[in-house]
């Protein structure tokens, strides 16, 4: 502040600033001691009245875990995948240390990528270390000046990020609404100077294939009818849907019956259902080397960890049934039962829950910002742990927690965390509906 500059650490959303927010932070960044596995060891700390948290170190609480995105049970020791992990671990270390282009690629690498593209029904891919770099470095690489993005109004972070960075024109649709983005590029199009001259060089339009914050899944065949209308190009993210959704886990598309022809770059991450780290594209053999040639995240960037590879490889021959068994598809009618089941013994005990069926993605609207550190603190201390989310990540008077489902977790766990969630919802009054009649 001294000669009018500001500090470092100013500038931030003023909320961070307020004592409500620093009042809270034990809801946040509580570490964990354990794999993100069903059952999960939460450290507690607390919150005081002077803003600082007094215990550093804290009590370890083992919880069910209702927070983790381990949507197929990959988390932790997995019999087929953690042997392969470690002997990856053994031959290639943590890090190739080294970018793509100079000797950052090993035949994990090679083989993933093309493992994942037969997967996802595209004839080429390349992965990236990053899920959220993979949105990020790969937009601006695809469209730049020039250009018109047409993005979900509630896209993920990585993507708005990604979009603010390439420099090209970025419209916002009503979000899910395909009306809507018809609108839009109706408008935009119209600006041409005539019926057949158009404003920009190329448009753009993304989507997610489940919301991560609404639990909502993509309304893709309307949005690709209408993008075909318009000659716009369709960019999905299927971060959460890839490995959760449809019948061969094979994302959105599989659902709801897309052709994947249709979609020109499919992105995901195998951060979720393959309980590794990393992201990646899936598009046209055109598209894919293109993006080799030029994308700043393929050739300054140390590449993906080789266990982390070897990882999302073995959890995708599981998940594909090519390790010889079933159980990939045991896990994918597992998620899906487990999470229906949840999402309509909650909406019965009253509760307002945002997303679609299928969606193991289910948020508990609490509304009231004051609800949600009484929501996560209550859960904890009933041996839950439970991912709770308010401004600036939703609207202030949206807060809600987001609980994610697995496949993992039996009837028993979800009994019992039905149980603990509706005494607490008594106790913070965040039923909003009446309660279905219990049948006897
Ligand atoms: N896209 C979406 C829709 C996400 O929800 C996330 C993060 N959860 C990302 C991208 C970033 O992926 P990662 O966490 O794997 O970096």
Redesign the pocket.
Same mark, same amino acid.
């Given at each position: 502040e001294e000669k009018g500059y500001a500090p470092l650490c100013s500038g931030l959303e003023d909320f961070y600033t307020r004592r409500m927010y620093l009042r809270i932070q034990d809801c946040f960044n509580r570490p964990i001691t354990s794999a993100p596995k069903t059952w999960i060891d939460v450290v507690r700390r607390c919150s005081t009245d002077n803003n600082s948290i007094l215990n550093p170190t804290g009590e370890t609480i083992r919880c069910l875990n209702l927070g983790s &995105?381990n949507y197929l049970g990959f988390a932790g020791h997995d019999d087929y995948c953690t042997p392969r992990v470690i002997e990856s671990l053994k031959t290639y270390s943590p890090s190739t240390s080294s970018v793509r282009v100079d000797g950052g690629t090993t035949i994990l690498h090679e083989e993933l990528e093309n493992e994942i593209a037969r997967f996802i029904g595209k004839p080429a891919a390349v992965v990236f270390g #990053? /899920? &959220? @770099? *993979? %949105?990020s470095a790969i937009i601006p690489s695809i469209i730049s000046k020039g250009g018109l993005i047409i993005s979900d109004s509630l %896209?993920?972070n $990585?993507?708005i990020n990604g979009a603010r960075g390439s420099g090209a024109s970025v419209e916002v649709f009503q979000h899910n609404n395909p009306s809507h983005l018809e609108e839009v590029l109706r408008k935009q199009i119209a600006k041409g100077q005539s019926r057949l001259h158009r404003p920009w060089k190329k448009i753009l339009v993304i989507v997610?294939g489940? &919301? $991560?914050m609404e639990g909502e899944i993509c309304n893709l065949p309307e949005i690709v009818s209408v993008c075909k209308k318009y000659k716009a190009h369709v960019y999905l993210?299927e @971060?959460?849907s890839v490995g959760a959704l449809g019948k061969s886990g094979r994302g959105v598309c599989d659902l709801l019956g897309v052709d994947p022809e249709d979609v020109d770059i499919m #992105?995901g *991450?195998? *951060?979720?259902s393959f309980g590794s780290? /990393? /992201?990646y594209i899936a598009a046209s053999k055109e598209i894919i080397q293109y993006l080799k040639y030029i994308c700043p995240a393929h050739l300054y960037a140390t590449s993906m960890s080789p266990p982390a590879v070897q990882q999302a490889i073995s959890a995708l021959r599981v998940i594909s049934g090519e390790d010889g068994s079933n159980r990939g598809a045991q896990k994918l009618a597992r998620i899906r039962e487990n999470s229906n089941f949840f999402r309509s013994e909650l909406q019965k005990m009253g509760f307002d829950v945002l997303g679609d069926n299928d969606s193991p993605v289910m948020p508990i609207m609490l509304y009231n910002p004051a609800k949600m550190p009484a929501f996560s603190r209550q859960c904890l201390q009933h041996n839950l742990a439970v991912v709770t989310v308010a401004f600036p990540a939703t609207p202030l008077l949206l807060s809600r927690a987001r609980i994610c489902i697995s496949a993992a977790h039996t009837r028993e766990d979800l009994n019992k965390a039905l149980m603990i969630i509706g005494k607490i919802g008594d106790r913070i009054d965040i039923k909003y509906f009446p309660a279905e009649p219990k049948k006897t």
């Amino acid at each position: 502040e001294e000669k009018g500059y500001a500090p470092l650490c100013s500038g931030l959303e003023d909320f961070y600033t307020r004592r409500m927010y620093l009042r809270i932070q034990d809801c946040f960044n509580r570490p964990i001691t354990s794999a993100p596995k069903t059952w999960i060891d939460v450290v507690r700390r607390c919150s005081t009245d002077n803003n600082s948290i007094l215990n550093p170190t804290g009590e370890t609480i083992r919880c069910l875990n209702l927070g983790s &995105y381990n949507y197929l049970g990959f988390a932790g020791h997995d019999d087929y995948c953690t042997p392969r992990v470690i002997e990856s671990l053994k031959t290639y270390s943590p890090s190739t240390s080294s970018v793509r282009v100079d000797g950052g690629t090993t035949i994990l690498h090679e083989e993933l990528e093309n493992e994942i593209a037969r997967f996802i029904g595209k004839p080429a891919a390349v992965v990236f270390g #990053m /899920g &959220y @770099a *993979t %949105n990020s470095a790969i937009i601006p690489s695809i469209i730049s000046k020039g250009g018109l993005i047409i993005s979900d109004s509630l %896209n993920h972070n $990585s993507i708005i990020n990604g979009a603010r960075g390439s420099g090209a024109s970025v419209e916002v649709f009503q979000h899910n609404n395909p009306s809507h983005l018809e609108e839009v590029l109706r408008k935009q199009i119209a600006k041409g100077q005539s019926r057949l001259h158009r404003p920009w060089k190329k448009i753009l339009v993304i989507v997610e294939g489940i &919301y $991560s914050m609404e639990g909502e899944i993509c309304n893709l065949p309307e949005i690709v009818s209408v993008c075909k209308k318009y000659k716009a190009h369709v960019y999905l993210d299927e @971060a959460h849907s890839v490995g959760a959704l449809g019948k061969s886990g094979r994302g959105v598309c599989d659902l709801l019956g897309v052709d994947p022809e249709d979609v020109d770059i499919m #992105m995901g *991450t195998f *951060t979720k259902s393959f309980g590794s780290c /990393g /992201g990646y594209i899936a598009a046209s053999k055109e598209i894919i080397q293109y993006l080799k040639y030029i994308c700043p995240a393929h050739l300054y960037a140390t590449s993906m960890s080789p266990p982390a590879v070897q990882q999302a490889i073995s959890a995708l021959r599981v998940i594909s049934g090519e390790d010889g068994s079933n159980r990939g598809a045991q896990k994918l009618a597992r998620i899906r039962e487990n999470s229906n089941f949840f999402r309509s013994e909650l909406q019965k005990m009253g509760f307002d829950v945002l997303g679609d069926n299928d969606s193991p993605v289910m948020p508990i609207m609490l509304y009231n910002p004051a609800k949600m550190p009484a929501f996560s603190r209550q859960c904890l201390q009933h041996n839950l742990a439970v991912v709770t989310v308010a401004f600036p990540a939703t609207p202030l008077l949206l807060s809600r927690a987001r609980i994610c489902i697995s496949a993992a977790h039996t009837r028993e766990d979800l009994n019992k965390a039905l149980m603990i969630i509706g005494k607490i919802g008594d106790r913070i009054d965040i039923k909003y509906f009446p309660a279905e009649p219990k049948k006897t």
